[in-house]
């Protein structure tokens, strides 16, 4: 069985993306970043989801001669011009605190009519060989963002989302309900046939 890393040491996100992969019939077996505890993490400098999951992938790739997967993801607000996008997860300034990423954002929507709280999760999804060949997707999870957090699964602004067509937020949907509609879910069942056209 061909080995996959996964460009995160999240056990969450490994969690998450096994379930979707397996789901989708692909026979690989993923491993986290965290089996290669020396390997440093990766600075996101790229000004794309897709430059910076490109970036990662290609860093495991050819750090460990492994096939690389790796995802940039993040809260897209229509009233913000797509903001905070590649920043959604240092909003407020300091990376990983989703409290505090989701009260900034909040308040500075606090005078924002409901109708204008359009928004959208997008994810970019990358895969890489050690030879520098490399495919990136892309999916998206669109809906319309609460005035206050509800719901306990889920992480980041999952507590505000409402996805078109449903009256719960992200973070009230079961682990099966998110992978089945999230932008991570649609990115990486895209990228199942191109982990297959290149690896058979």
Same mark, same amino acid.
């Given at each position: 069985m061909t080995?996959?890393?996964? $460009?995160? +040491?999240?056990?969450g996100k490994i969690t998450?993306?096994?379930?979707?992969? $397996? *789901?989708? /019939?692909? !026979?690989?077996e993923l491993i986290g970043a965290e089996s290669y505890p020396d390997i440093p993490d990766v600075k996101e400098t790229g000004v794309t989801f897709a430059e910076n999951a490109l970036l990662k992938a290609h860093a495991l790739a050819r750090a460990t001669g492994l096939p690389a997967v790796a995802d940039d993801?993040?809260?897209?607000?229509?009233?913000?011009n797509g903001? !905070? /996008?590649?920043f959604s997860a240092r909003w407020s300034g300091?990376?990983? *605190? *989703?409290?505090?990423?989701? *009260?900034?954002?909040?308040a500075q929507l606090s005078d924002i009519a409901d109708e204008h709280r359009g928004a959208h999760f997008a994810c970019a999804a990358a895969f890489a060989l050690p030879d520098g060949t490399e495919r990136v997707v892309e999916g998206r999870l669109r809906g319309v963002?609460?005035?206050?957090?509800?719901?306990?699964?889920? @992480? /980041?602004?999952? !507590?505000?989302?409402?996805p078109e067509g449903d009256t719960r937020t992200c973070a009230e949907l079961t682990a099966e309900e998110?992978? $089945?509609?999230?932008? +991570?879910?649609? $990115? @990486? +069942?895209?990228?199942? !046939?191109?982990? +297959?056209?290149?690896? /058979?």
């Open positions: 080995r996959l890393i996964l $460009a995160t +040491r999240n056990a998450e993306l096994r379930s979707i992969l $397996a *789901d989708a /019939g692909l !026979p690989h993801s993040g809260l897209c607000v229509d009233v913000l903001a !905070p /996008g590649i300091h990376h990983g *605190d *989703d409290k505090a990423n989701l *009260d900034l954002l909040l963002l609460r005035r206050t957090p509800t719901g306990t699964n889920g @992480f /980041g602004y999952d !507590p505000i989302l409402q998110k992978n $089945a509609i999230s932008h +991570r879910g649609k $990115a @990486f +069942r895209a990228l199942v !046939p191109v982990v +297959r056209e290149l690896l /058979g």
